[in-house]
């Protein structure tokens, strides 16, 4: 590509992929509305707040392909939820529309599914299950993604991101983690395959403990190659097992479940 945009690049997950996407594109579009630090040799720096309809137009204006880890990541009131994951998220899919049809890896989550049970197993067929707001704004986001694919014929992988560390950071993550070494292969997938379509995918490694069927997406060449089990002496020597009755032993959510509604 000539062009790719990474947007949250301040974030966790866009600091990371930061450097191990650069080769996948002449330039690096980065942005987000925290400080990115300095531009490297290859990437072009943006301040852009979602919510502002025209920035984020100008943003995708020109990009070949966009990356899309924007918007709060976490549990927080509506009034934050709302402007970054909602309308943030239309804004986004209205410029691609207007701007070539750019591919899009959406960040979604495993918490659009979170009320399964982790006896469960689980593919994109599936109804969502949302554990919290920030679930239902991640249902949206799939279900906007799928409009827009439907009607305009705009390609989404939307992956439902479970734990993207370094390393898994207790049991729960030695079924949800997903490396970044797998996350990388995924999204060169991707922006590889002659067709992409629309499909949900589980952004998880080959974890033994796993709870989500991917064979739907097979067609993307994806195989994830790394086992969250390499650390699991480790990761239960440090906190041991939760109680069977926690929420990060029953549900896939974890403590999501758990979480009331937060109020401004």
Not at 50 to 67: F, K, Q, Y
Not at 94 to 113: D, M, Y
Not at 229 to 246: H, K, L, M, N, S
């Amino acid at each position: 590509m000539k062009r790719l945009l990474i947007t949250g690049a301040a974030g966790g997950l866009g600091t990371a992929m930061r450097t191990r996407l650069a080769h996948m594109a002449d330039t690096l579009r980065l942005s987000d509305i925290a400080d990115m630090g300095a531009a490297g040799s290859n990437e072009e720096l943006v301040r852009c707040d979602l919510s502002d309809a025209a920035a984020v137009d100008a943003l995708v204006e020109g990009c070949d392909g966009i990356v899309h880890f924007g918007g709060v990541s976490v549990e927080k009131p509506w009034s934050m939820i709302r402007p970054a994951n909602i309308d943030g998220l239309y804004n986004l899919y209205e410029a691609a529309r207007k701007h070539g049809q750019p591919r899009i890896v959406f960040a979604s989550s495993n918490h659009a599914i979170g009320f399964y049970r982790q006896t469960e197993r689980i593919d994109a067929r599936a109804p969502t299950r949302p554990d919290g707001l920030y679930g239902v704004s991640k249902v949206f986001g799939e279900a906007l993604a799928s409009m827009y694919h439907d009607k305009f014929g705009q390609e989404t992988a939307i992956v439902r991101i479970g734990s993207s560390f370094p390393e898994p950071k207790n049991v729960r993550m030695l079924s949800s983690w997903l490396s970044y070494a797998d996350f990388v292969r995924l999204i060169e997938r991707v922006f590889m395959v002659p067709r992409l379509g629309c499909p949900v995918i589980y952004g998880a490694s080959a974890n033994s403990a796993g709870w989500w069927d991917n064979a739907h997406a097979s067609y993307l060449g994806w195989v994830p190659q790394d086992n969250a089990e390499t650390f699991r002496e480790g990761v239960e020597a440090q906190g041991g097992r939760p109680a069977a009755d926690d929420p990060d032993a029953v549900f896939q959510g974890g403590s999501f479940t758990a979480d009331g509604i937060h109020e401004d």
